[in-house]
């Protein structure tokens, strides 16, 4: 059964977008009120939303109060993206050859039925990013807790502080509806191929399945130009501002 989203993670995935898209620029404070008048929503969600983002690395905290913009290289994202199918392909092989993978499998088959739903009509909802990247996630954290390695679970958190490196930092250039469904629906086809591989116990093509996967987040960034199966000759969105800066700051 599909899941509707909350508030506040609908408030989520548009403000990731608007930094993705640089509506909301390095630097720049971000208040409640502003952005809820910009969303069009209560600041009860934007006051909930602010914290997570900061813990994504998109938001910092200021000297006073309220919440900065983050300055991030291009380099930087490409390189925990690449990190991120690193680990989870880990944790998927792990997970099958720990003897798992049946559970495993049984676990994620909620997440493609919630995916499935998604797509049933071929029109994506107003509410459809927000289901997406709460599933996602879902499906994502199944496979890291069945590998059962604190060592993973701590490399992909500390990972995850590079913005949009995480599995839920879901975030599409919604003036391109047709392009963000014609990818959310690839990655889904992607979702039922790891899922298949875990359940047959193939425990290294998972591990390259999940590998392959974490490219996608490229294409949706527009941090790589798609090719073909991925159903989209042309770019999505501006690309992430790369400021004079070489590295995050933790």
Same mark, same amino acid.
């Given at each position: ?10 408030? %989520? ?45 998109? %938001? ?10 983050? /300055? ?38 909620? !997440? ?16 459809? &990013?927000? %289901? ?16 059962? /390695? ?30 963000? !469904? ?17 359940? !047959? ?10 590998? &392959? ?5 490229? &294409? /949706? ?19 992430? &501002?790369?400021?004079?800066? /070489?590295?995050?700051?933790?």
């Amino acid at each position: 059964m599909e899941r509707r989203p909350t508030q506040q993670s609908s408030v %989520l995935v548009q403000m990731r977008e608007l930094i993705l898209r640089g509506e909301l620029t390095p630097g720049e404070r971000v208040t409640e009120e502003s952005i809820a008048v910009r969303l069009g929503v209560s600041r009860t969600p934007i006051r909930q939303a602010l914290p997570a983002l900061a813990r994504e690395g998109l %938001l910092v905290q200021g000297e006073t109060r309220g919440y900065l913009v983050r /300055s991030f290289s291009e380099q930087d994202v490409l390189d925990a993206i690449d990190t991120r199918g690193v680990l989870e392909g880990l944790a998927g092989r792990l997970a099958v050859e720990r003897g798992g993978g049946a559970r495993l499998a049984r676990q994620l088959h909620t !997440c493609l039925t919630e995916g499935d739903a998604i797509f049933a009509t071929g029109i994506l909802s107003d509410d459809a &990013e927000a %289901l997406y990247a709460k599933m996602n996630g879902r499906f994502h954290d199944l496979i890291v807790e069945a590998a059962d /390695s604190k060592v993973i679970v701590d490399a992909l958190a500390h990972n995850s502080r590079v913005p949009f490196a995480s599995a839920a930092a879901v975030a599409f250039d919604r003036t391109s509806p047709d392009v963000m !469904c014609d990818r959310l629906r690839f990655a889904h086809r992607e979702h039922h191929n790891i899922a298949q591989a875990i359940g !047959c116990g193939q425990a290294a093509r998972v591990e390259a399945l999940l590998r &392959e996967h974490s490219q996608l987040v490229k &294409e /949706s960034l527009n941090l790589i130009k798609s090719s073909a199966p991925r159903a989209t000759p042309r770019p999505l969105g501006p690309r992430v &501002e790369v400021r004079n800066e /070489s590295k995050l700051r933790n």
